[in-house]
């Protein structure tokens, strides 16, 4: 299985709203990313979990909050967003270590009302 | 700070030509640089890596050649096809943190 799942593909939400993006992969990868994308844009990295344990933050809001059950599932609770937080939020994986290739999920669509 | 420039935003190309991207970086020296395509509303899609002591990686119809004096990456699709239409990425891998530095992408229409 070489695929990363992400669940919802849209998501529409309320600024008071509480929701949750689920990402899941089967490949035993070690490292986990969430990257947010807007339109015409490179994925922007938010976080990167490595041995389930949070690696990188790159100084993002705590209205995001990102989670690590375990080695295979990723999941990020959003609370209180913004307009401006409307993005593809993507998902991926790869092994540890260099020269290894990320793989993607197909992204969940935001949009915050 | 780390710059990577991608050579344009759009490139237009006719069918069953050659088309080159450019990858462009200064500040670092990436270990590891790699290309993805990413397709609209989809997450990218790994294509290539090459390794900063590599010149050339080929897979298929793709090339990739690294040239770490220039600080520059091409990305060449030969034959290409209309199906080759997408935003291509290329991204540096600068240390062992799991980390890549994406450019901005160019998005490549091949024209029948």
């Known amino acids: 299985d070489t695929e990363v799942t992400q669940t919802p593909k849209h998501l529409v939400m309320g600024m008071t709203n509480k929701k949750s993006l689920k990402c899941e992969q089967h490949?035993?990868?070690?490292?986990m990313y969430w990257y947010k994308q807007k339109a015409k844009k490179p994925p922007e990295l938010m976080f990167v979990?490595?041995?389930?344990?949070?690696?990188i933050n790159e100084s993002v809001p705590s209205r995001f909050s990102p989670e690590c059950p375990n080695s295979s599932l990723l999941n990020l609770h959003l609370h209180a967003l913004q307009p401006e937080d409307s993005a593809l939020y993507l998902c991926?994986?790869?092994?540890?270590?260099?020269?290894?290739?990320?793989?993607f999920g197909p992204g969940t669509r935001l949009t915050v009302l | 700070s780390q710059k990577i420039e991608q050579n344009s935003e759009a490139l237009n190309i006719q069918e069953g030509k050659t088309a080159t991207l450019t990858c462009n970086y200064t500040?670092?020296?990436?270990?590891?640089l790699q290309w993805y395509r990413q397709d609209p509303g989809r997450g990218p899609v790994f294509l290539l890596l090459?390794?900063?002591n590599e010149k050339e990686k080929r897979k298929e119809r793709l090339k990739v050649t690294f040239d770490t004096t220039l600080k520059q990456s091409l990305f060449h699709i030969t034959a290409s096809q209309p199906a080759d239409s997408a935003t291509y990425l290329c991204?540096?891998?600068?240390?062992?943190?799991?980390?890549?530095?994406w450019g901005a992408g160019t998005k490549l229409i091949i024209k029948p």
């Open positions: 991204a540096l891998e600068i240390n062992s943190n799991y980390q890549l530095i």
């Open positions: 500040n670092y020296s990436p270990a590891y």
């Open positions: 490949m035993g990868h070690r490292a």
């Open positions: 979990y490595s041995y389930e344990k949070l690696s």
């Open positions: 991926a994986s790869s092994h540890l270590g260099g020269n290894n290739e990320q793989f």
């Open positions: 090459i390794r900063e």
